[in-house]
């Protein structure tokens, strides 16, 4: 292109040409972005482990725990504002966080929400034909509010840092994980189609314990109980078993990995087993403990 095509074609679009040493230097900066976003993806795989992951409908999901390690090797800081409460048709409500997540200068807003309309958090009373679905007022508002905070957390930690969408090729390649050293969550429907009520089949997860609390309180006819939730990878799992509690409190006291297999009920994720998913000491054997009662 000689000089009178460049005013030319600058004349009829009002544009001015971008010249061969500038596309040079921007393909050279966008060769050493792709590098730079590899080694960070690489990087923050390397520091997890398979109780940071889980699968999803076949695709390796990174939870609030493999994430807040993640944030801590950047140096991510973060700064979430108060919730937001809509209320909905029918007495459903959802909870929405926002939050700024800081690296090295720049910062990006992420969004976490949770309603009481998702599947996960829906009760129903009854058995199989019969069973029909709870109103909204028997849903738990701290499940969902604690779980729209984790979402976002962990929407912005990984949004920040450009690893969203990763796959099982990345993962083995960098941390040697694979579909079978995960943790399986399928969220299926057993009986009609689109029912929307929730999955009796049993799903296990293997998972580090965060914390185990324990609740009292009393039915609705007075009668006295405790419940305990064992919170593993940012999910809550309930059950009224003590001596389950008790499994996961030494699991956590010990840094011990476990295996939770659990169903998914009105009552939200109910634990059937939880077990020691490492040998632990040579003087231990595994433990163990069904749902009781």
Request: glycine letters at 10%; charged letters at 30%; hydrophobic letters at 30%.
């Amino acid at each position: 292109m000689n000089d009178l095509e460049v005013i030319d074609t600058q004349q009829e679009t009002g544009l001015t040409p971008i010249t061969d040493d500038t596309l040079i230097s921007l393909a050279e900066q966008a060769e050493k972005r792709i590098d730079a976003m590899n080694k960070i993806k690489r990087v923050a795989i390397k520091l997890t482990n398979k109780h940071d992951w889980t699968d999803q409908g076949g695709k390796p999901y990174l939870q609030v725990s493999g994430a807040e390690k993640i944030a801590r090797m950047f140096g991510i800081s973060w700064r979430i504002s108060e919730p937001i409460r809509e209320d909905m048709e029918g007495g459903h409500f959802s909870y929405t966080y926002k939050g700024n997540f800081s690296l090295a200068g720049a910062t990006i807003e992420a969004i976490g929400t949770r309603s009481s309309k998702d599947g996960f958090f829906k009760k129903y009373s009854g058995k199989g034909d019969d069973r029909v679905e709870l109103p909204a007022s028997e849903i738990d508002r701290g499940d969902v509010k604690k779980s729209a905070y984790t979402n976002c957390i962990g929407n912005g930690i990984t949004r920040l840092l450009g690893i969203r969408n990763l796959t099982y090729e990345d993962l083995q390649e960098f941390a040697g994980l694979t579909p079978d050293m995960l943790g399986r969550v399928d969220y299926k429907s057993r009986g009609k189609a689109n029912a929307g009520i929730a999955s009796e089949e049993a799903k296990e997860v293997s998972t580090a314990v965060e914390d185990v609390r324990r609740k009292d309180g009393k039915t609705k006819s007075g009668k006295a109980y405790v419940k305990y939730t064992v919170k593993a990878g940012g999910v809550d799992y309930g059950t009224f078993s003590e001596s389950i509690a008790k499994v996961a409190k030494e699991a956590k006291e010990a840094c011990r990995p476990v295996k939770i297999r659990f169903v998914t009920t009105n009552f939200g994720a109910d634990i059937e087993s939880l077990v020691f998913a490492d040998d632990g000491p040579k003087d231990e054997t595994e433990r163990e403990v069904g749902q009781e009662g």
